[in-house]
């Protein structure tokens, strides 16, 4: 069975600092992979999605970025936090090939502060 | 913005089932209807998802009117555990550039004793 792994679960961060969270797949291969952000009393928004090793797509111009470098792993960073980077981040995956059901992880909680 | 209209909030006996509305009057032809939940301070879990007829999984049943444009999820014993925020969300069925899940507000579902 597939599982989504990210880490760290909580994180505090001064402004300023550097970021990096990640997110593995395990037991598919070749899926889609998302970064969505959570702020408080919001919605998710959809920050980054990567059909494949090295192919990233921005929803939102931002402070963050994201890269894969391997199939099944997915990294969310930034070089400087802002406040307002401060929320709920999710990674999801999805298959390929014509089905849009997206499996969430566990989440990172960031607080910059 | 969400393409969905949801009551921000519904209450439902424990054992009793839950059927919660959501309209998309503006759905287009080759849209799927997804419902996704969210328990406090997790990430967001797929529940079930339809074209135009009814759908009927372990966790739930998906009611799609003949116009397609209003659907009810129904949770039919609903238990304590089903209290969660839940997504009514109209996509195209596949992932990669056209995966964007738009989630709007949602319906608090609060199961009580």
């Known amino acids: 069975s597939q599982t989504i792994h990210q880490w760290p679960a909580t994180l505090v961060q001064p402004v300023g600092s550097p970021l990096s969270l990640e997110c593995t797949v395990e037991?598919?291969?070749?899926?889609?992979l998302y970064w969505y952000r959570q702020a408080a009393g919001r919605g998710l928004q959809l920050l980054f999605y990567s059909v494949g090793i090295g192919q990233i797509s921005s929803e939102v111009p931002q402070n963050l970025s994201a890269s894969r470098p391997q199939d099944r792993q997915f990294i969310l960073s930034s070089k400087k936090l802002l406040l307002s980077d401060s929320g709920f981040y999710l990674c999801a995956w999805s298959e390929k090939g014509g089905r849009n059901e997206q499996y969430f992880g566990p989440g990172t909680r960031l607080t910059v502060t | 913005d969400a393409k969905t209209t949801q009551p921000p909030s519904m209450d439902c006996a424990e054992g009793r089932a839950a059927n919660l509305p959501c309209n998309h009057s503006?759905?287009?032809?080759?849209?799927?209807v997804y419902w996704y939940r969210q328990i406090h301070s997790q990430g967001p879990q797929y529940i079930i998802h339809g074209l135009k007829n009814n759908e009927t999984n372990e966790m739930a049943s998906l009611i799609i009117t003949e116009d397609r444009k209003s659907s009810t999820l129904i949770l039919p014993h609903a238990t304590l555990r089903d209290t969660a925020v839940y997504y009514c969300i109209v996509n195209l069925d596949y992932g990669g550039s056209q995966g964007n899940l738009i989630f709007g507000k949602g319906t608090k579902l609060s199961v009580k004793p």
């Open positions: 503006t759905i287009s032809g080759n849209e799927y």
């Open positions: 037991g598919t291969s070749n899926p889609n």
